[in-house]
């Protein structure tokens, strides 16, 4: 076992693998008396074709199966499920599916090791039979249903609509009713068999545990398992446009107060930076000097009571760098204005910049304070760089003036897509 040492913060976090290939990642917190668990596939909604080892057509499956194969795995055998086992323990169990990974989650606080052995034991154990996936498709359509009448829904999905033509997060990752109903047991089989293997999922464990005999639990469970021959599918990479698909949209939604998305799409070779950890780093501290909570734009909507909520995000997607503000306001003309001014017309000075670097590094400590943001910031430090970042601390020191001037000389307002959430007139 390996200990990774986070700079400035004194965490460590200890890193092993199983003879299978699985890596593992443990953060211990003596201070509280819970432990959460996650056992995380990288396998997600955009995943819907790719190529297997031997083949020379590429493999097709439908959209929202990666949603759809998690909900399954709960299942087990003679009608039981995962969370009747859970239960005796009161741990809490969950599971969810993004666009790149499937994550399953134990909360608990007691009885550790049986926490963990049954986490690996039912979803490395699968249950998929005919009776079970056709209930599970009347569940899933359900669900479908409700989240089509949810306008932060509408409003998520809408902005990727608009803002791509290709790319598989104009999809709902649940599907649609027509790609739930032609789900098959050999379509979820095929996925399982190809994605659910150790050399593509990962564990992380935060909170109160003995760290080596948490890996020792691991490697001993996968040990007793058999596990076919990972043939690493290639997934299929799509040419996606730059421009975005359309530059103004509009959707009806069940809402008092209407929303506004703003959403930039710019190449990423555009960006001098290459280092996707220190671009998105940049982008947010410009960001959020803009159009964050102490910027003068926000103060000045909110105090004249223009908008009632207002955020901004950055995304790496692919070949694209997406920035997007969101307003909720009845002036959707006047907001709309402002925030493309102030996008045209980005600032930041070497006293905000060294305000901004205290708060990141404050929050960054702040942060280990819960064993769900650790678990979840392992996550994404594994699919997003493939790695542990050990030295933010040194990261957020060194950023200076001069990148995050070059970074705004690249954004502009040419290649936007402007996303209205209305009132319906049901």
């Not at 049954?118 to 209930?135: A, S």
């Not at 803002?163 to 996925?191: M, P, Q, W």
């Not at 596990?227 to 799509?238: A, D, G, L, S, T």
Request: aromatic share 10%; glycine share 4%.
């Amino acid at each position: 076992m390996r200990e990774i040492k986070l700079a400035f913060v004194d965490e460590i976090i200890y890193y092993d693998e199983t003879d299978e290939g699985m890596p593992i990642y443990l953060w211990v917190n003596e201070k509280i008396n819970n432990f959460y668990m996650t056992l995380n596939v990288k396998y997600g909604s955009v995943d819907t074709e790719f190529k297997l080892s031997g083949e020379k057509k590429n493999t097709i499956v439908p959209n929202g199966i990666a949603h759809f194969l998690e909900h399954i795995s709960f299942n087990e055998e003679d009608g039981f499920s995962a969370f009747d086992y859970f239960k005796q323990f009161g741990s809490s169990i969950n599971a969810f599916t993004s666009f790149d990974i499937t994550a399953y989650e134990v909360i608990g606080s007691s009885h550790f090791n049986e926490n963990l052995n049954h986490l690996l034991d039912y979803v490395m154990t699968p249950c998929i039979k005919k009776r079970d996936v056709e209930k599970e498709k009347g569940i899933i359509i359900e669900e479908i249903s409700m989240g089509d009448n949810q306008p932060a829904r509408k409003m998520f999905f809408g902005a990727y609509e608009a803002l791509f033509h290709k790319n598989k997060r104009r999809v709902s990752i649940a599907g649609d009713v027509d790609s739930v109903t032609k789900t098959s047991v050999n379509d979820l089989e095929l996925v399982y068999n190809n994605f659910y293997h150790p050399k593509n999922m990962f564990v992380v464990v935060t909170g109160n545990f003995n760290p080596y005999e948490a890996s020792a639990i691991i490697k001993e469970n996968l040990a007793n398992k058999e596990f076919r021959e990972y043939k690493n599918p290639i997934r299929k990479k799509v040419r996606e446009p730059l421009e975005v698909k359309e530059k103004e949209k509009i959707i009806e939604a069940n809402i008092e107060i209407p929303k506004l998305q703003i959403s930039l799409k710019i190449s990423r070779k555009k960006f001098n930076e290459k280092d996707d950890l220190l671009l998105r780093i940049y982008l947010s501290i410009i960001l959020k000097t803009n159009f964050g909570y102490t910027s003068d734009l926000r103060e000045e909507l909110m105090s004249k009571e223009l908008v009632s909520d207002f955020n901004v995000s950055r995304e790496i997607i692919g070949d694209f760098v997406i920035i997007s503000v969101i307003a909720e306001t009845k002036y959707l003309k006047e907001v709309e204005k402002k925030i493309v001014d102030k996008l045209s017309c980005l600032e930041i000075s070497e006293e905000t910049l060294e305000r901004r670097k205290k708060s990141n590094i404050a929050n960054m400590v702040l942060g280990y304070d819960s064993i769900e943001s650790v678990n979840a910031v392992i996550q994404d430090w594994i699919m997003e760089y493939g790695e542990i970042i050990d030295n933010l601390y040194g990261v957020y020191k060194n950023v200076s003036l001069k990148k995050l001037l070059e970074t705004i000389d690249v954004i502009d307002t040419t290649n936007m897509s402007i996303i209205k959430l209305v009132a319906s007139d049901k």
